[in-house]
């Protein structure tokens, strides 16, 4: 499986320095916005992580073949 280096990608510069035009008000907002999509991102990540686990749970339990023969062979031995 394929890495990804966060570490290598760089954003581009900005082709103005806007940030430095807000209203205190406006950075205030700016910030909240931005713990508000870094919580998003972390709820977001956990409810895929529960719906993959519910799907598992929900598929039906099917056995491998090793399994079967060992069940197979347990079985055999406690009729006998």
Same mark, same amino acid.
């Given at each position: 499986?394929?890495?990804?280096?966060?570490?290598? *990608? $760089?954003?581009?510069? @900005? &082709?103005?320095?806007?940030? /430095?035009?807000?209203? %205190?008000?406006? /950075?205030?907002? =700016?910030?909240?916005? @931005?713990?508000? /999509?870094? =919580? *998003?991102?972390?709820? #977001?990540? #956990?409810? %895929? %992580?529960?719906?993959?686990? @519910?799907?598992?749970? %929900? /598929?039906?339990?099917?056995?491998?073949?090793?399994? &079967?023969? $060992?069940? $197979?062979?347990? @079985?055999?031995?406690?009729?006998?």
């Amino acid at each position: 499986m394929t890495t990804i280096d966060d570490t290598s *990608w $760089r954003p581009p510069a @900005a &082709k103005c320095a806007w940030r /430095k035009f807000l209203t %205190a008000e406006e /950075k205030r907002i =700016l910030d909240k916005a @931005a713990a508000a /999509k870094a =919580l *998003w991102l972390t709820l #977001n990540v #956990n409810r %895929a %992580a529960i719906i993959n686990r @519910a799907i598992q749970r %929900a /598929k039906p339990r099917t056995l491998s073949p090793r399994e &079967k023969r $060992r069940r $197979r062979a347990v @079985a055999h031995t406690e009729g006998e």
